[in-house]
Nanobody, 123 residues
Framework: QLQLVESGGGLVQPGGSLRLSCAAS??????IGWFRQGPGKEREGVSC????????YYADSVKGRFTMSRDKEKNTVYLQMNSLQPEDTGVYYCATRPRFYGCSGAPRVYNYWGQGTQVTVSS
C-alpha cells in the first residue's frame, strides 16, 4: 500500500512563499501530482512530475511561480510556491497513480492520495 504524507502548509501573506513536501516511499517508477481544493471549488491539478523527475507540468495559473521537484534519495517530492496570492488558498494534496503511468491533470485517475496540507494566503 502506497502512502503519501504532505507537510509544509501554513498561513502566508500575499507575495510570500511556501515549500510543500510530499514524503512517499516506493514511488521510483511513479509520476506524482500536486492538487489543490479551494473553498467551494473542485479539486484541480496544480503540477505533476514524471517518474524520472525529468518532466514537469504546471497549470497555467501557477506557471512561473511554482516549481516541482523530486529527491529520490529522500523519497520526497517538493512544491516550491512563490508569489502566492489569495486565490492559491486551499488544501494541497499529493497523489500518485499506478507505476509507469505518466502525468495527468485529472484527479480521478490518481489512486493514492495524501491527507492534505492547508495553505492560506491572506493579509
Amino acid at each position: 500500500q502506497l502512502q503519501l504524507v504532505e507537510s509544509g502548509g501554513g498561513l502566508v501573506q500575499p507575495g510570500g512563499s511556501l515549500r510543500l513536501s510530499c514524503a512517499a516511499s516506493g514511488l521510483d517508477y511513479h509520476a506524482i501530482g500536486w492538487f489543490r481544493q479551494g473553498p467551494g471549488k473542485e479539486r484541480e491539478g496544480v503540477s505533476c512530475i514524471s517518474s524520472s523527475g525529468g518532466i514537469t507540468y504546471y497549470a497555467d495559473s501557477v506557471k512561473g511561480r511554482f516549481t516541482m521537484s523530486r529527491d529520490k534519495e529522500k523519497n520526497t517530492v517538493y512544491l516550491q510556491m512563490n508569489s502566492l496570492q489569495p486565490e492559491d488558498t486551499g488544501v494541497y494534496y499529493c497523489a500518485t497513480r499506478p507505476r509507469f503511468y505518466g502525468c495527468s491533470g485529472a484527479p480521478r485517475v490518481y489512486n493514492y492520495w495524501g491527507q492534505g496540507t492547508q495553505v492560506t494566503v491572506s493579509s
